[in-house]
């Protein structure tokens, strides 16, 4: 399989901490916005891709070549959120209360809106295939290895959490 | 491909997404126009897709890229190593071992160094000891005013400490530092917000 990663994470399997950086800069919108559209928290999101990270530069060496990079650290991420909900009976509340900062007012703004709250009311595992899927552009064998599930489960997933979106933004539109 | 009258849903998205061969298109097009409940279906499936295709890839905020290249730990597990040693390995590791204890049974028995091997050995052990006590202790140590409150969860921040090398055990809502200076603390989480977990520093 071609990976345009390739180069870079054979040079970061030697321990060239530069290359992982590249890495980093390459992937890291797409996994924050993974996380907070799953998690609808940017904070607990930046929490998830910044050990997402760690945990890929300290098992790097357990990457094969024969699947794309993107794709493990898809599933990294995937398992770092999932670690990140499990934490919020701890301490749910406090993340809400902190002020937003100026900077990261244009994710706060998505994340008030209309999409991310019909997002949220979605099942999770329609949520995280169309996600994926439309957000994030994966193909569906790369979400089917993601998930676990087969190609046509992947197809059935995001339609009916397309529709189901669809109805709770219509709702929603009709309400106002 | 159709289940009693309708198309199956697999077809219905492969419409929508423009995978179906052109016959099987016409067939499906010509099943819409006259099935208001499909019709409505891929309405909906394409109004969703719309409305998350128009969404934007969200930023990382530069703090947090900052963070991930300081929070990388400097040791990384070597590249393809096997979980077993290797005898290779595993020479590469006795081999200095074996030679210092040779020089050691050679001082001995040359009698420059006294016997006091068993002393070592227990004062080695009591320093792991004493160490192990004071991570037990750790949450028995005297209350100490805040040098910092970040946004937690506390849990959280003691183990972005840990990973930077700080000693910081995460205690209620408070994280405890120790062998570190409030500085070095700062600077590990100086990217955070103001928030409610405190972090002491225990002497």
């Known amino acids: 399989m071609d990976d345009p990663d390739g180069p870079l994470v ?4 030697k321990g060239d901490r530069w290359a992982f950086e590249q890495l980093v800069d390459r992937h890291q919108h797409r996994l924050f916005t993974l996380a907070t559209r799953l998690l609808g928290s940017p ?19 357990s990457f094969r070549h024969g ?9 990294i991420c995937l398992n770092a959120v999932h670690d990140q909900r499990t934490k919020r009976p701890t301490a749910p509340l406090e993340e809400v209360a902190e002020p937003v900062d100026p900077r990261d007012q244009f994710v706060a703004h998505e994340l008030s809106g209309a999409l991310q709250q019909a997002l949220a009311a979605l ?13 994030l552009g994966c193909s569906y064998a790369e979400i089917a290895e993601l998930t676990g599930v087969a190609e046509g489960t992947v197809k059935s997933r995001i339609f009916r959490g397309r529709k189901r979106l669809a109805e709770l933004l219509g709702t929603r539109t009709e309400r106002e | 491909m159709v289940t009693g009258t309708h198309p199956e ?25 006259s099935c208001a409940t499909c019709a409505k279906q891929v309405a909906l499936v394409q109004a969703g897709k ?4 128009e969404s934007q890839l969200l930023h990382l905020p530069p703090a947090r890229r900052e963070a991930i290249s300081t929070s990388l730990p400097t040791q990384r597990r070597a590249p393809d190593r096997s979980p077993a040693l290797s005898p290779r390995r595993l020479l ?21 160094l006294e016997t006091n091997g068993n002393d070592q050995a227990g004062s080695a052990a009591a320093g792991a000891t004493s160490q192990l006590q004071m991570e037990d202790q750790a949450g028995g140590a005297e209350a100490a005013p805040p040098v910092m409150k970040v946004a937690g969860p506390a849990t959280t921040v003691a183990d972005e400490l840990r990973r930077k090398g700080i000693r910081a055990r995460a205690v209620g809502n408070k994280v405890e530092v120790r062998d570190a200076t409030q500085a070095e603390v700062e600077r ?15 002497p």
Request: proline share 1%; net charge negative.
């Open chain 1, 10 to 13: 054979r040079r970061a399997q």
């Open chain 1, 43 to 61: 904070d607990e999101a930046a929490d998830a891709v910044q050990e997402a990270f760690i945990r890929a530069w300290l098992g790097l060496s």
């Open chain 1, 67 to 75: 699947a794309r990079f993107s794709t493990w650290l898809y599933r």
């Open chain 1, 123 to 135: 099942e999770e595992d329609y949520r995280g295939a169309v996600v994926l899927y439309d957000v």
């Open chain 2, 9 to 33: 849903e697999v077809d219905l998205f492969d419409y929508v997404e423009g995978e179906l061969s052109a016959d099987r298109r016409t067939e499906l097009e010509f099943h819409l126009a």
């Open chain 2, 50 to 53: 719309d409305a998350l295709r």
């Open chain 2, 92 to 112: 590469a590791i006795l081999t200095p071992v074996a030679a210092v204890a040779a020089v050691v049974v050679v001082l001995v028995s040359s009698g420059v």
């Open chain 2, 188 to 202: 590990a989480l100086g990217y955070r917000r103001t928030g409610r977990v405190e972090i002491v520093l225990i």
